[in-house]
């Protein structure tokens, strides 16, 4: 078979290869079926975690209850995960008196406080809402 | 299934907004090129077009929806008026490209919409994109975190794209990069001009599955530059060095070399290194080569004046001590660690992108099996020397210097590779392995 004369028969059937190796390679059934059957916040929580890995779940609760794009807020993930305040249009301040605090992924041991953990400055806060181990810290006024 | 047609929605916008407002007649036309122009190249031509008319809007601080509905309709309108030389009229051999062409860009925007991920970079990248996408003043570009130096071209294009999604998803600004890649290898490989389509789809679908790195989508800029170097490169491979030059053909090189300097910093060496370089190539008198040349460095100052009192800052995020360099290159032995860790570090990149090892093959077979290099070929290999030049130069000069070759050698690597798929092409059309 010389590749400069294909019939459109054989042409058809080397096109129809063509388009099942890009399908595979890409996983575009996979990819399609997933569009199709998680909307686009399941899947950022599957990529993301809830509060787990980036906590983009957590994140996303927060935001929708609460006004949090006018103030510097400082966060921290325990686990060392890069922050995702930039998605949610968040204005990140790592010093220790900011008007809201989030803390990810917080690891503690026992029966342990968060107040009594390693973060001293917490004291000056109180729990705004918590979701397993992911919390929204307010300054005590 | 909203987010699924949206996706489809959002292929059609690209095709709609990219046949504006240039056809190959009016290029044709106006370029009077002894290699014609085609669809794709006008395609291509179209984009550069759209980007400078977005680059000119992120300064006017535009409304990005009214500044898209405008364009979006114009090229409505134009395409209605122009249907039987717009894109979406072809031929039976034209389609079945076409029809490659659009289940590589819908492939990939699934493949994004599931991956829905941004790398690192890009969650930085994003900061800037959400300047434009609240359409807020370009003076707060300078207020963001990380790299606010940085140009801001892609962000804009980005938060264009997703502004004026049909769902309205972060993920929709991306497209865009996505498009830009797909035409630049199906552009690259039609300058080839093959009658067989079979072979022209296999090259395409080649070139394809060893440049596509789904990391690189997370919202980094690195295929920006990737695909507009492409694109550079086909509209010089147009050009025959030895005869006169059509100087419109010149500007429209320079000026696509260019967008490279509104991608990425080193946008700006890849353009000043490409552009002299192609000006000194070009069969013109001494006194136009520097007025060319002028124009180059002008376009540079242009950037600087905006980028440093319009949007208020300019800078370089490495910088440099000469009086460090220098002690490093007297002592033996840091300058032997640097440049075998250099060295290590550019293998593993090629292994990570493929093309480079193709591109050095390609070069190696050229001194092999031809004696005399024509101008063409002589133009990519010196940029492909200076280019290696650079990446080794600025490596050996950053201070954070294993880190910074772990984490973006292999990215530098790669965005220049695009301009170098001439010399695989016009090396397989030198052993006339590819019969027209």
Request: with cysteine; hydrophobic share 50%.
């Amino acid at each position: 078979m010389q590749l400069g004369k294909l019939n459109n028969k054989k042409f058809f059937l080397v096109l129809l290869v063509f388009f099942l190796i890009i399908l595979k390679f890409f996983d575009t059934p996979y990819n399609l079926y997933s569009i199709l059957n998680w909307n686009y916040n399941e899947r950022m929580e599957q990529k993301y975690g809830n509060c787990k890995n980036e906590s983009w779940g957590f994140y996303k609760t927060i935001s929708d209850k609460f006004n949090l794009e006018r103030d510097n807020i400082k966060i921290i993930n325990e686990e060392g995960h890069v922050t995702l305040e930039n998605l949610f249009n968040i204005k990140k301040d790592n010093s220790n008196d900011t008007k809201y605090f989030i803390l990810l992924n917080y690891k503690s041991k026992n029966n342990e406080s968060i107040f009594n953990g390693k973060y001293k400055f917490i004291k000056n806060y109180k729990i705004k809402f918590r979701e397993n181990n992911c919390y929204l810290m307010e300054r005590n006024d | 299934m909203t987010e699924v047609l949206s996706i489809f929605f959002q292929l059609f916008i690209f095709l709609v907004i990219f046949s504006f407002p240039l056809t190959p007649k009016i290029l044709n036309n106006n370029f009077s090129q002894k290699e014609k122009f085609n669809f794709i190249d006008t395609h291509s031509i179209n984009i550069i077009f759209f980007i400078y008319i977005c680059l000119i809007a992120s300064f006017l601080n535009f409304d990005l929806k009214l500044f898209f509905k405008i364009y979006f309709l114009l090229s409505l309108i134009f395409i209605l008026f122009n249907y039987k030389t717009s894109i979406f009229k072809f031929n039976k051999d034209l389609l079945k490209i076409f029809l490659i062409f659009l289940l590589i860009n819908i492939s990939i925007f699934f493949y994004i919409g599931q991956n829905l991920k941004l790398g690192w970079d890009g969650l930085h990248w994003i900061e800037k994109t959400f300047i434009f996408f609240n359409n807020e003043n370009i003076q707060k570009l300078s207020e963001v975190s990380v790299h606010p130096h940085y140009p801001h071209l892609g962000s804009y294009l980005w938060a264009l794209f997703w502004k004026n999604s049909f769902s309205e998803l972060e993920y929709f600004g991306r497209f865009f990069y996505v498009y830009f890649y797909v035409v630049s290898i199906f552009l690259i490989v039609n300058s080839l001009k093959l009658k067989n389509k079979f072979l022209e789809l296999s090259i395409i679908l080649f070139f394809i599955l060893i440049t596509f790195d789904p990391n690189l989508f997370a919202g980094y800029q690195e295929y920006l530059i990737f695909s507009s170097l492409i694109f550079a490169s086909r509209y010089i491979l147009m050009i025959n060095f030895e005869n006169k030059i059509n100087y419109k053909f010149v500007f429209l090189i320079l000026l696509t070399l260019y967008t490279n300097c509104w991608f990425k910093d080193e946008g700006l060496v890849y353009f000043l290194i490409f552009g002299i370089i192609f000006i000194l190539f070009l069969n013109i008198s001494s006194g136009s080569k520097v007025l060319l040349t002028i124009f180059t460095i002008s376009l540079f100052i242009v950037q600087y004046f905006l980028q440093k009192y319009v949007i208020g800052i300019f800078d370089f995020p490495q910088k440099i001590s000469l009086s460090l360099i220098f002690s490093e290159l007297v002592n033996i032995k840091i300058l032997l660690t640097k440049i075998s860790k250099i060295l290590i570090h550019s293998l593993i990149a090629f292994v990570k992108y493929p093309l480079w090892i193709i591109i050095l093959l390609s070069v190696i077979f050229h001194f092999c099996t031809i004696k005399k290099f024509n101008k063409k070929i002589k133009y990519f290999l010196i940029c492909l020397s200076l280019n290696l030049l650079f990446i080794f130069t600025i490596f050996f000069t950053f201070r954070s210097f294993d880190f910074m070759l772990k984490v973006s050698l292999d990215r530098m690597f790669f965005q220049t590779s695009g301009f170098y798929i001439v010399l695989i092409l016009l090396f397989l059309k030198d052993i006339k392995l590819l019969k027209k």
